[in-house]
């Protein structure tokens, strides 16, 4: 049991570019959260998934977002003509159940 | 007012002092409630979690839970200068009665102890 991993640690892209994020879960979690946190402010919850469904989507996650869980698994998030606002760091969490659970090391997204 | 409000910082200590972090929240219904521990450059960390009301104590880190006055807090004893990070408030609230462990997280205090 390595954590919950993340890939890339670092992605600079240009405006108007898509990108994809993938998260490996620590592995029989069935719950998955993306969170995005932009400097000097906490995470914001973008979507939850229970096993391979995506049961909660937060308004921040507009239609340029998409999230996937296929088989239950891995999770990936895309990012779709991707604005200088989309600048931040995305983290992925995994939990068993709820009683608090336990980031990746984040994704450094930077649109430039 | 926002879902979840800490005290404004940054809060500096000296070393071998009691840091207090407080946070307040909206929601009544809320159940759950977590302190991360962020260092600059890296993702949050886990370090207390609280359910019912009163303190609850982990080595040198006590977390306190009063539900009627909507308030949670952080004091750390015998502070570190490796303690000096930013500490986000976590709360699971129950809006429309399906949170899924959704956390609403406060904007963080930041903590320097100093030498």
């Known amino acids: 049991d390595t954590g919950v991993s993340q890939d890339p640690r670092h992605k600079i892209t240009k405006r108007g570019q898509n990108v994809t994020f993938r998260c490996d879960p620590i592995?029989?979690?069935?719950?998955l959260y993306w969170y995005r946190q932009t400097l000097g402010q906490g995470p914001e919850f973008l979507t939850y998934?229970?096993?391979?469904?995506?049961?909660?989507k937060s308004r921040l996650l507009s239609d340029r977002f998409s999230a996937e869980r296929p088989k239950g698994s891995f999770s990936t998030l895309e990012i779709q003509r991707t604005e200088q606002g989309d600048s931040a760091m995305y983290l992925c969490?995994?939990?068993?159940?709820?009683?608090?659970?336990?980031f990746g090391s984040g994704t450094r997204l930077t649109v430039v | 007012q926002k879902e979840v409000e800490q005290n404004s910082g940054p809060l500096s200590v000296p070393e071998g002092a009691i840091a207090s972090l407080n946070c307040t929240y909206s929601d009544r219904g809320s159940q759950s409630f977590f302190w991360y521990r962020q260092y600059s450059g890296k993702s949050p960390e886990l370090i207390m979690s609280?359910?019912?009301?009163g303190d609850k104590e982990d080595g040198r880190f006590t977390a306190q839970l009063n539900k009627a006055s909507q308030y949670v807090s952080l004091l750390i004893r015998d502070s570190q200068p490796s303690d000096s990070a930013t500490y986000l408030c976590a709360v699971n609230s129950n809006a429309g009665g399906t949170s899924y462990g959704k956390l609403t997280f406060g904007q963080g205090t930041i903590l320097t102890v100093h030498p």
């Open positions: 969490a995994s939990s068993p159940s709820f009683t608090g659970y336990t």
């Open positions: 592995s029989e979690h069935n719950r």
């Open positions: 609280i359910y019912s009301n």
């Open positions: 998934f229970q096993n391979e469904a995506q049961l909660e």
